[in-house]
């Protein structure tokens, strides 16, 4: 049992303050030119950048110095990526994300996802569309808010986003600040989490403005992205939080537990852009930690040849 395994090894009371243990292994990793490691091998974990590429097109013998430096800070990355990934327990060092695209690919709501008469409402979809051999990591309501997480996204430098509901959120505001802080961008997931198509519309406008209404207040920004509560809308719901300044519905191709993952398509796969759904919980609610949990997504992404990129990269 692996999960059982990694419990008794990385409890979550095992680390102590972050930083200075893991910057003195990172300088002896890229002093040594151990970079890339051999936790992960010769050859993964670099995406050919396009935009190195380019700059390596435009009329120069070799790679533009640009190219060389941003090459360079890429593999310093990489090389504390793979000091992160022994000290957290992930089976392999995560894969680097490929550049962003230029141009954001245009979004459309998934067959049999539409809404009649939503031609111009936000679009809702469970996979981004792109070539990029990425998906896409996002967690959900914000009960359980461990500080080891925050750490361990951090050192690890794997990009997410959050779909918060104030209701489980309000008793520490602070700790999504701090998320907020560490680049994470914040989504709204409404004030109280209800069936949503069980309301009326002015109950949804207070659950879907109302809680853009919160996060602005609490976070300084107006979110953008909406993820609706168990993944159900109605027109209603679409026309509302567009009203209220909602550009994009993203819902999820794979859920993510510690030790397990679910899969909404038939092939029970990742594809490219793929969303991958999970939730702030912890050892109560699913037996095991926020750590555990990343550690089996991690594992199944990397393992699949897929980085992790930033969905507000793309969408
Ligand atoms: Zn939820």
Request: net charge negative.
């Amino acid at each position: 049992m692996q999960l059982v395994r990694q419990k008794g090894k990385f409890g979550s009371r095992r680390y102590g303050p972050v930083g200075v243990a893991v910057s003195a292994l990172l300088a002896a990793a890229v002093a040594s030119g151990c970079a890339g490691g051999a936790a992960d091998g010769p050859d993964r974990g670099q995406p050919a950048s396009p935009a190195a590429g380019r700059e390596a097109q435009a009329g120069h013998a070799g790679p533009a110095p640009a190219a060389g430096a941003r090459a360079e800070g890429l593999k310093r990355k990489q090389a504390a990526r793979a000091v992160a990934a022994k000290k957290w327990g992930l089976a392999e060092t995560p894969l680097a994300a490929p550049e962003p695209p230029a141009k954001k690919p245009r979004l459309t709501t998934r067959e049999g996802f539409e809404v009649k008469g939503g031609e111009d409402l936000p679009p809702v979809f469970t996979t981004v569309p792109t070539e990029d051999r990425v998906v896409f990591l996002t967690m959900d309501d914000g009960s359980e808010k461990d500080p080891e997480l925050l750490r361990m996204m951090t050192e690890l430098d794997i990009p997410y986003s959050a779909f918060l509901s104030d209701y489980v959120v309000r008793d520490d505001y602070g700790y999504f600040e701090e998320m907020q802080k560490s680049g994470v961008v914040l989504g709204n997931h409404t004030l109280t989490h209800p069936y949503l198509p069980g309301l009326s519309a002015d109950e949804q406008r207070e659950e879907i403005c109302g809680e853009q209404d919160r996060m602005e207040e609490r976070f300084g920004k107006r979110p953008t992205l909406f993820r609706p509560p168990y993944g159900n809308y109605n027109g209603d719901t679409l026309r509302i939080a567009k009203s209220c300044g909602i550009e994009a519905v993203p819902l999820w191709a794979a859920e993510a537990f510690p030790g397990r993952m679910e899969w909404r398509e038939r092939d029970q796969d990742l594809h490219p852009g793929d969303i991958i759904l999970t939730h702030f919980r912890g050892e109560a609610e699913w037996g095991g930690s926020m750590a555990d949990m990343i550690r089996t997504v991690m594992k199944t992404v990397t393992g699949k040849g897929y980085a992790v990129a930033r969905l507000e990269d793309y969408v």
